[in-house]
Structures are given as structure tokens and as C-alpha cells.
């Protein structure tokens, strides 16, 4: 049994009915990820990007518990 969410765009996914939320990439553009795919990014970012150009705003790392539900949540 696969491990791959099918409504994530990452590839570390852990559980595939998990929660996926919104992650914010800028300029517009945005990836779907569950929790573990977002952990990853988070560090990827913090980690690689950063250390690489020494400038901690270019990459910021986002906050799973503010993000946006995909899909999001409609009021009724």
C-alpha cells in the first residue's frame, strides 16, 4: 500500500488520507501538501535556500496551523 496522498504535491507523504493545506510559494503560486510534505519544504527551505543565500526573508518558512484547508472550508 502506497504512502502517497493522491491530493498532495509532495513526496513525503506519510498518510494518504491525510490533511493537505495551502503553502504559499509567492508571486501566486501555491503547492497543496500534507503535514509531512509541508515539514519538508519548511526545512528545505530554512535549511538549503537560506544557508545558500544568507537572506532568511527570500525563503520564509510558513505555519501549517494558520494555512488555508484545501479545499477550503465553505460557511453555510
Sequence with gaps: MSDINPNCDGGHCRDPKGEVRVYPLG???NLILCRACWEHENEFNRYQ???HFAARELWPTRDWETAKH???ETQS
Aim: proline share 11%; aromatic share 12%.
Design 49 to 51: 535556500q537560506n544557508k
Design 27 to 29: 508571486s501566486g503560486g
Design 70 to 72: 484545501y479545499p477550503e
